[in-house]
């Protein structure tokens, strides 16, 4: 007796499932509009040395304001001020704009800094002068966010099989709501780095328990669909995100506006049912039962019948998890397995690293930061169902590696191309970046197809940490650009590269007998191709189908 033949009595792809999928893309909107909220309000406006408390003894007087500025700041090669220095002394011979300012002494700022507000009201960079030599602090918001979000996959990864999904999904949206408005009314830059470390771990149950609801609750033949359509709201939010920055500029509002669609999201928590394998997994028969049926009145289907069934499954599925004993030691403990490891590992590293790079990098090529990002994210919405075709033509491993190396390809040409041809950079930025989506929605699918079925949680669980790794390292890489310009884009297209041809050396899964035990990966079969439900002597064998349903849960 398996759960998909209950969901197939209750219909296991009904209004029921596609209510919980709509209730729960809320929350699941409001995932990318934190994760790449860095990008709005930490960023950088142009800026200048203030000047206002300097009179030198009325000589000012006389001076226009641009008069003043062209004595006091010295200027760059296309004319415009510099950020972070100011002449030691007024240079009054610069006023007739023939005089050489190149090698005239100068010190940092002395007063200050004044802020072109043209774009954003407020920025964190603003609102503390992290400019000059505190610039690194706006990135390192985004790291310390990040570190939130993978301690805290962590955390919730345990707590949501311990307590079950639905109370640790409402904890989830508690804990964002209050650290994500705390942070916006943070009064020094270290409270609000705090604020938003707890901030990211919050989202991190919300991504886990969102994710694992929708499929749980679904029918095998469906989770493909479901899947795609759940991942499809991280596209969604993306985009909101863009109109969101554009509407509200200042970063403390913008914070608040992120965050407020929770409030819905807890005022319907109440109707997200826990899921039933849960519950019969943990013997809680009645609370299966009673959810079961309210899924079947749902559907209009009969309600079950008998409560047999369910106390066999119950057993069964108890009894599953008291014989498991594995955990992240076993991904290292054998040969092929500990190769496995370390070749998916990189994968993930390097495609977890290449999405963000280029998302936290949209002004690197020069365009309208709300316009690009608009772009980036709608671009992710055909990457995703385009991909999905071609895993079933070309296989997984072709698709893993072409995307990630294409991927590098775009980042490499744009490199070269100078800044003059923006409609070429634009086109190419574009295509890397729907690349970059295209081999995060296929890394997902063909990991858990690599991983043996008694270790794979605790496989995706160890390539989860290792993306967010690679996630933490972004910003920290694009701080790099003071260094070199291009070194940032360098490092992540040979990241890209390099990711892609490890995964070249991954075997192909299309179409393949999905590995069961470890043994499967130290001694497999000759012959591993199988359909994906077999049946023989009565009894129905179905292999997991691996779907991407748990994208959003382990990207962002």
């Not at 029921?16 to 699941?28: C, E, K």
């Not at 005239?104 to 200050?112: I, R």
């Not at 609370?287 to 079947?296: E, I, K, N, T, V």
């Not at 360098?490 to 050396?505: D, E, F, P, R, Y």
Request: neutral net charge.
């Amino acid at each position: 007796m398996k759960f998909e033949n209950i969901l197939e009595e209750i219909n296991g792809f009904g209004p029921f499932q596609i209510v919980l999928l709509i209730l729960l893309w809320t929350p699941r909107i409001v995932l990318p509009c934190h994760f790449l909220l860095n990008i709005f309000i930490a960023a950088e406006p142009p800026h200048h040395c203030d000047i206002s408390t300097l009179d030198y003894e009325g000589l000012f007087d006389n001076l226009t304001k641009e008069q003043r500025l062209a004595v006091s700041i010295p200027a760059r090669r296309d004319g415009s001020l510099k950020s972070c220095e100011m002449f030691a002394e007024p240079q009054f011979q610069l006023t007739d704009n023939t005089s050489n300012s190149a090698y005239l002494p100068t010190v940092p700022c002395q007063s200050g800094w004044v802020y072109d507000n043209s774009t954003f009201t407020s920025t964190l960079a603003t609102e503390w002068d992290l400019v000059c030599e505190r610039k690194s602090l706006t990135k390192t918001t985004g790291t310390i966010f990040f570190f939130g979000v993978m301690l805290g996959a962590i955390a919730f990864g345990y707590l949501c099989d311990k307590y079950g999904r639905k109370s640790t999904l409402l904890a989830s949206y508690l804990m964002t709501i209050i650290f994500g408005f705390s942070s916006a009314f943070a009064n020094s830059y270290i409270l609000f780095a705090v604020l938003r470390f707890l901030t990211g771990f919050g989202l991190t149950g919300i991504s886990i328990n969102s994710a694992v609801l929708t499929i749980e609750w679904v029918d095998t033949g469906h989770r493909s669909l479901i899947g795609v359509m759940g991942s499809l709201a991280w596209s969604v939010g993306n985009m909101l995100l863009a109109g969101f920055a554009f509407l509200v500029t200042d970063w403390r509002s913008l914070i608040m506006t992120v965050t407020a669609p929770l409030g819905f999201a807890v005022m319907t928590w109440w109707w997200i049912p826990e899921s039933a394998r849960w519950l019969l997994a943990n013997g809680k028969v009645k609370s299966a039962q009673f959810y079961l049926d309210r899924c079947a009145t749902f559907n209009k289907r009969p309600k079950l019948s008998s409560k047999i069934k369910l106390d066999a499954l119950s057993n069964i599925e108890t009894q599953e998890n008291q014989d498991k004993s594995y955990t992240y030691l076993d991904l290292f403990k054998t040969p092929k397995m500990r190769l496995l490891s370390l070749k998916t590992g990189i994968v993930w590293f390097g495609v977890a690293l290449t999405y963000y790079g280029i998302s936290l990098n949209i002004s690197g090529f020069g365009l309208n930061m709300y316009l690009t990002h608009f772009i980036y994210a709608a671009i992710e919405v055909p990457a995703k169902l385009t991909i999905y075709c071609f895993l079933n033509i070309i296989g997984r491993r072709k698709c893993q590696a072409g995307t990630l190396l294409l991927t590098g390809i775009c980042i490499a040409i744009n490199i070269f191309l100078p800044k003059s041809l923006w409609h070429v950079r634009s086109i190419v930025a574009i295509l890397g970046k729907g690349l970059s989506e295209a081999s995060f929605t296929t890394v997902f699918l063909y990991t858990t197809e690599l991983y043996p079925t008694v270790i794979r949680q605790n496989g995706m669980g160890y390539v989860s940490f290792i993306s967010r790794l690679g996630v933490s390292i972004a910003p920290l890489i694009l701080l790099l650009e003071d260094v070199w310009i291009l070194l940032p884009q360098i490092i992540i297209c040979c990241v890209a590269i390099i990711s892609g041809l490890v995964s070249l050396l991954l075997k192909e899964t299309m179409k393949a007998r999905l590995p069961e035990t470890i043994d499967d990966i130290e001694k497999p079969r000759k012959k591993d191709v199988c359909p994906h439900t077999v049946e023989a002597s009565g009894v129905i064998l179905e292999s997991k189908s691996s779907t991407a349903e748990t994208e959003d849960q382990n990207k962002k």
